[in-house]
């Protein structure tokens, strides 16, 4: 049995995230949210290219972030197939 399955915890959290972000008070606000934030940006030209980059420095953010936890990930994969390793090998007794 892994300790730890990156695929199945992705899997997992995507599955929570539509879940949440598919009933209806929340997808009625944020769809709500969207529409005011897209027609803020048409009318007002000076916001829009605030929002844009704000929209990059956040799209950057949360690429450093996915990118800095990849070692760590990658560490507890590497560990859990090691693990699954040991399990699997007869142990000597001496």
Known sequence: ?????LSAAVDFTMSAVNRITNLPLLNSAFNLVSSAYSSTKEMHPCLSGVC???ETVAAVAVGSVVGGAQPILNQLDSQSKQ???EDTLPIQKG
Not at 1 to 5: C, D, S, W
């Open 1 to 5: 049995m892994p300790l730890f399955n």
């Open 52 to 54: 844009n980059v704000a």
């Open 83 to 85: 693990r699954r390793q």
